[in-house]
C-alpha cells in the first residue's frame, strides 16, 4: 500500500528561524512528489518534483527530492508569521495520477 | 476568472439525511476529485473522474455517491449510511498535459465543512 509520512506533525518556530520538513514516501510506481500549502482552506499547490536532487526554488521556500532514500524536504529560510500553514505533501503514482497524501506538518511562526 | 467554486461553505445534516455538495470548476480540466479531511488528517480520496460519465471509487467511498454527467461539475453525496460525516470536504481538478499524460497537479477549491446536528 502507498504511503506518505511528514514529520514533524507540528512545529512551533521564530520568525526568522529556518525550518525544513520532511516527507518520507513508499510507493509502488513512483511519478512524481508534491508539496502544498494550506492556510484555512483550499491547498494551494507549491513544489512538484520528479527526479532526485534538482533543487526547486521559490523565494524563501525550496524542494529537493531523494529518489533512493525516498525522502524529500521542504526548507523554509527567514521564516515570516505569513508562512504559519498546514505543509501537505502527496506522491502520485500508478496510472490514474491518485495522489497520495501524508498528514501534514503543522507550522506556527510567532513574531 | 478562471477556478473551482464549491458550495456552500458549511452544510448542517441531521440524522436520516443525505446532502449534496457542489463542485464546479472553469478551467477545462478533465479529471475532478473528492477528499476528505479530519482534524489531524492527511487528504483521504473519495471518489475520483477522469472523464465524463465515469468515476472511480478512491479510498473511502463507502457512504458517498457522485456524478459526472457534464465536464465542469462533480457533485457528491453524503449518503445516509456515512455515520461519522462531520468533516471538510475538498474538491479538486487536474488536466491532461502535453502528450496526452496527466499532470498531477491538481488544483483545490475552498471546501464545504459538514457538520451533523
Known amino acids: 500500500e502507498d504511503k506518505v509520512v511528514q514529520s514533524p506533525l507540528s512545529l512551533v518556530v521564530h520568525e526568522g528561524d529556518t525550518v525544513t520538513l520532511n516527507c518520507s514516501y513508499e510507493v509502488t510506481n513512483f511519478r512524481s512528489l508534491l508539496w502544498y500549502k494550506q492556510e484555512k482552506k483550499a491547498p494551494t499547490f507549491l513544489f512538484m518534483l520528479?527526479?532526485?536532487?534538482i533543487e526547486k526554488k521559490s523565494g524563501r521556500l525550496s524542494s529537493i527530492l531523494d529518489k533512493k532514500e525516498l525522502f524529500s524536504i521542504l526548507n523554509i529560510t527567514a521564516t515570516q508569521t505569513g508562512d504559519s500553514a498546514v505543509y501537505l505533501c502527496a506522491h502520485s503514482g500508478g496510472s490514474n495520477y491518485k495522489l497520495t497524501f501524508g498528514k501534514g506538518t503543522l507550522l506556527t511562526v510567532n513574531p | 476568472d478562471g477556478g473551482i467554486t464549491q458550495s456552500p461553505k458549511y452544510l448542517f445534516r441531521k440524522e436520516g439525511q443525505n446532502v449534496t455538495l457542489s463542485c464546479e470548476q472553469n478551467l477545462n480540466h478533465d479529471a475532478m476529485y473528492w477528499y476528505r479531511q479530519d482534524p489531524g488528517q492527511g487528504l483521504r480520496l473519495i471518489y475520483y473522474?477522469?472523464?465524463?460519465?465515469?468515476?472511480q471509487k478512491g479510498d473511502i467511498a463507502e457512504g458517498y455517491s457522485v456524478s459526472r454527467e457534464k465536464k465542469e461539475s462533480f457533485p457528491l453525496t453524503v449518503t445516509s449510511a456515512q455515520k461519522n460525516p462531520t468533516a471538510f470536504y475538498l474538491c479538486?481538478?487536474?488536466?491532461?498535459?502535453?502528450?496526452?499524460?496527466?499532470?498531477?497537479?491538481?488544483?483545490f477549491g475552498p471546501g464545504t465543512r459538514l457538520l451533523v446536528l
Open positions: 473522474s477522469q472523464i465524463v460519465n465515469d468515476f
Open positions: 520528479t527526479s532526485s536532487g
Open positions: 479538486a481538478s487536474s488536466t491532461y498535459g502535453s502528450g496526452g499524460l496527466y499532470q498531477e497537479t491538481q488544483y
